[in-house]
Structure formats: structure tokens, C-alpha cells
């Protein structure tokens, strides 16, 4: 200890040391003055609390509708729910039965439309993402996209009737319809494919171009095996909108009523009209006087359930497939 | 005198209205290795993409001037992609495809066209070997080659570039995301390739280009202000002032 006390050790660091073999409270006065709240930070603890609360809030809120529709549905629905229910048609002029008609409808509705737009908007979203230049022809398309993605529904129904029910002379069918919900969702999912292909990294096409390999190497090695969760995923949640959508198919192939044979899936021509839940939902509702009361809400139950039955996969697709991402 | 690989000569490179190279000419003799040093964007990448034409997948693009390969103009050769596989690239940042490791180094010889197992099970074995990589991961070829670690993910990149047994090897500041002892068995790997191929080495060690260049390339804006035998870039009195500048690190 030959050296003189020349440091001045911070008060904290001295009370640190006090602290370590101190047992009784004394010594702690000292320390604790530096640590005690000020009327600042005291301000910022609340300040911080309450917004995380108000946001906390906003979430429930959010939440809260969704519940309370469902619980209410299912309420309703409760004395009509049952198997039977789904796989008979509607009797008594849409007062009592099931829902067999409507139902199937809406699965061939949803089953065309996207059997058209999927491939359509992958394969253009495809060429936009890794093909197409930057000039006034992809900036129309890509403007078209976003566009489209926003035009109400009604305006589809309108172009749906003009192009296919009456120009390209389908009638009022399953096809026509169809493709009227395929121009609606084309757009969204050539947005959603353009997002999955543009989270692969850039980084690895180079690599493979330097390979050596073509454009068209490079997407199908590399490029679509680790984009195709999210395109998939895109395409799936149009199920919800093809589904949901009275507008585009109610001029252009969904009838109110028609009766088809109970139990065969193949009982609708895509040539024919169809029923569909969304409209059927709306005919029960409003236009047809004494109505069995849990129908309604059965059918709503049976469209928002099967809706959220797919949506359900949809997520839990992408969940497997996230677990196997590969970088 | 030495055979000549690499011709370039009045290459002028601009993306869009900005220029990246301004009238560059030298000379890659066979079986060299030419260390290209230089501050970033001095159009060292640049330089690079127009020999192997990557350059032309990056919109407005203009290259004027001509680079021969073995006596032949690279841009009026048809099979771009044939081109592309005389040349083996290494990129900055270390890139595993997402694949396993196995299928990483397998995948040019694939795409130039269909090969064997047996014939693809020897490229594997002889690039990842020759690229210091093998005694790491020969029992777990069927793992993801992008779960490597940085250093591993860059000479399976090497070991890539190597698959189509390239003439010219391209490497682009490899060392820059990678730690010493990778850096320094990179650079032993590259000693010994240099007997079968020709090697452009960019890079931003100084020292590197010391170590390993037969001649040095110095770049500055896009220009080539001096190419020379790496002892007289490095020595006392380069012919130009800035390389000794550059060189010695007191720069700007
Ligand atoms: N994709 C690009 N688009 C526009 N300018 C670029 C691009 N790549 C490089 N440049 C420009 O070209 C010049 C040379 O860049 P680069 O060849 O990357 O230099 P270095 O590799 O020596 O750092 C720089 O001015 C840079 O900004
Ligand atoms: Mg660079």
C-alpha cells in the first residue's frame, strides 16, 4: 500500500462496497439516494403503463365483436345444427330443411374460380416478380394489380354479366360465375405470390446465375420449392372471399332455389346455375316470411365455420412449413 | 511470354447515367493470380460481372469496349451460360443455397445437363476437398448447406464455383464476412488452384494481394491507375503516387 489515495472511487462504487458485507439497514441510505425515483421517471412508469393498457384495450375490443358473433351464431343455430342439416336440401320454400343445395354450390363456386385464378396468378405474378423489365408494361400490369385488388364487388357482377353470361355466351352458370370470382381474387393472389417470391433472397439467384443456370432453372430449383408456403397460403385465404361474396355471383349464376340430389357431390352441372350459402343466407334472411328460426344462423354458422375451417389449414400449413425453412 | 487469358481493353461501364468503369485495358495471363485492389466503388464487382455477363441481369446497364476470353469477345458468344460455367464466381457474402450441401456443389454440373450418380458423387467429394471443406462435412452431405457456419458456407461456395471446373476463378473480397483461420486456409486453397486456373483476386486486404498476386491491380473511380508485378505495387516507388498511398493505408 505504497501508493497514495490519489482516486476518488464514485460514491456509488464505495457503497457497493459497504453494501456487500453490510447487514443492517444503515448503510443503505446512502446507496438507495441514487437509485430513488425521480418525478420524471415516476412520470414515464405511468406514461408507459397506460398506453400499454389503452393498446391492450384496442386489442380486446378488436377481439370482442368476433366472439360475441360467433357465440351468438352458434346460440341461434344451436336447435337447427345437426348433420342431417347440411346434407339435405332446403323444403317448404326455403323454410325448413337443410342446406345441401346451397352448400355444394358454394364449394363449386370457390373450386373453379381458384382452379382458374391460382394458376393465372402465379404464373403471372411469376413472370412480374423474375422476368418482367421495368418498363411501362409492368408498370401498367403491376398498377392494374393494386388497382383491381380495390374495384367493390358489384362492378365485378356488372363485368361478370357483360363478358361471360353475355358475351362469351355461357348464361347464367357455374362457370360464369366462377370466373367472375376468379377475375375477383386474381388480383390478390398475383399480390400475395409476388410477396412469397420476393422473400427469397435475392442473394441466392444471383448464386445460381453465376452457376450458369437460366432464369427458368433458377425458379424452379430454388426459387418456387421455397416460395410455394406462401403462395399457398395466398391462395387458400381466397377461399374466405369466394366464399363470402354475394355481388359477383348473384347475376351471373347462383339461383335462389333449385333442388339437386341429396348426397352426390357431383350433382351440379358447371354448365347449370347453383345455389350458395352467401346469397341462400341473404333470401332467408329478407326475403322469404317464416322462416324456421334457427336457419339463418345455421347457415351463416356452417359458412363462417367451413370458411374458417380453411383458413385454419391455411395457417397451419404455414406454420409446418415455417418449421422447415431452410435458411 | 505467357499465354493471355483475359483481354480487356476500352471497357466502359455505366448503370444508367453513372459510370462504374471509364476506359479500362490490361491483360490476364494463364494461370496467374491478379489481385485487384482498390477502395469501394472503384468498380471492382463491376469489373467482374461484365467477364462472366451477370452485369446484363441488372437493369440499364451500358458496357462499351471489349473483354476476350482466350482470343473470343465474351459478348458475342451465344451460350451465355456455357460462358458463365468457364468461370467460377465467389460473391462477398457467403451463399449456401438452400439445398443440402451435397446438392449445392452438384447443382451446375446438373444444370449443364444430366450426369450420373457415381460422376456427380466424385465432383462432390473432388471440389469439396479441394476447397478444404470435405473432412468437415463428408458424413453429413444431405444437411443444409445454408445451416453451415459463415466460414464453412464460404468455401462451400468455393467448392461450388469449382464444380464446373472452371478456367477463371472470380473471387470478390471473399475474406470480408469471414473469420482468420478460414481466410488463411482459403488462401492455401488458392495457392495450390493456381496451377490449374487463372485467378482474379479483388480484394480489400491489401495484404492479401501481397500474399498471394503474382501482379496487383490497382483501381481507383473506375479507373485502372496501375497494374504491375505485385513486388513493385508493394515496393518503395510504385509509378503512381496513390498506390503507394492506397497500398501503405494512408489514403485520402
Ligand atoms: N446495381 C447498381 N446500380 C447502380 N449503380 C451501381 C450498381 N452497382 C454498382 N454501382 C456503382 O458502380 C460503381 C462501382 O461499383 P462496384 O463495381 O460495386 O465497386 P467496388 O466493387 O469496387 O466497390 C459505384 O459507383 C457504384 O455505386
Ligand atoms: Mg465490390
Known sequence: MGKPDTVQYPSAMKNMNNTTHATTGGTRDNSSTLFTETAIGRRKRWTENGVRIFFFLMCCLMILPLLLIIGYLLYKALPVLSFEFLFTNPKDNMRAGGLWAPFLGTIYLVVVSLLVSAPIGVFAAVYLNEYARDNWFTRIVNLAVVNLAGVPSIVHALFGVGAFVLFAGLGESVLAASLTLAIMTLPVIIASTKEALNAVPMSFREACWNLGATRWQTIRRIVLPNAISGILTGVILQVSRAAGETAPIMFTGAVFYKTI????????????????????????????????EGIPYGTAIVLVGSVLLVNAAAIALRVYLRTRKKW | MEKKKIEVSELRVRYGNKPALNGVSFDVYENEILGIIGPAQSGKTTLLKVINRTLELTRGTTVEGTVKLDGEDVHTITDVYGLRRRIGMVLPLPVGLPLSIYDNVAFAPRTAGPRKKSELDNIVERCLK????????????????????????????????????PEILCLDEFSIAVDPVTTMRIEEVLKTLRTEMTILLVTNLVQQAKRLANRTAFFLNGALVEIDATDVIFSDNPANQSTYDYVNGNFG
Not at chain 1, 266 to 276: G, K, P, R, V
Not at chain 2, 152 to 163: D, E, M, N, P, V
Open chain 1, 261 to 292: 340430389a341429396e348426397g352426390d357431390v357431383f350433382a351440379y352441372n358447371i354448365t347449370d346455375q347453383c345455389m350458395a350459402l352467401s346469397l341462400h343466407l341473404f333470401t332467408i334472411s329478407t326475403q322469404v316470411p317464416d322462416v324456421t
Open chain 2, 130 to 165: 479441394q476447397a478444404a471443406l470435405w473432412d468437415e462435412v463428408k458424413d453429413r452431405l444431405d444437411s443444409l448447406g445454408t445451416k453451415l457456419s459463415g466460414g464453412q458456407q464460404q468455401r462451400l461456395t468455393i467448392a461450388r464455383a469449382l464444380s464446373h471446373q
